[in-house]
């Protein structure tokens, strides 16, 4: 959780006073936090990387469906995405942060519940 944050933080920094995308941007927010899914697929096991796939998927489908449902209820779109777009509704570049999510919520439920 600590490599995500970090990761966004040095994001902001790079791209504060930027408004568009920009690939190296996007790029530094992925790093750290890949740095740590190796590390946890280090000490924990191989099954955190197919926990992290699935979460990705899992996460695209449900942002998929939730914006979908949304345009049609209400006739409008809450959030738009521009590239690699999937329907308009979610992108394959909002895979990787789906997979933290999971892996955040899993260390939470494991700090918090176990």
């Avoid at 990761?7 to 996007?26: D, H, I, P, Q």
């Avoid at 990705?56 to 209820?73: D, L, M, Q």
Wanted: with cysteine; charged share 10%.
């Amino acid at each position: 959780m600590i490599l995500i944050a970090v990761g966004f933080y040095l994001a902001w920094l790079y791209g504060r006073k930027t408004t568009g995308f920009k690939w190296s941007e996007y790029l530094v927010t992925l790093i750290l936090p890949f740095l740590g899914l190796i590390v946890l697929v280090w000490q924990v096991g191989i099954d955190i990387l197919f926990y992290y796939i699935a979460c990705c998927f899992i996460g695209n489908i449900v942002e998929h469906i939730g914006g979908y449902a949304v345009h049609k209820i209400l006739g409008h779109r809450l959030w738009t995405y521009h590239r690699l777009t999937i329907g308009g509704y979610t992108s394959l570049l909002s895979f990787p942060y789906w997979g933290m999510i999971g892996i955040v919520f899993l260390s939470f439920y494991k700090f918090f519940l176990e």
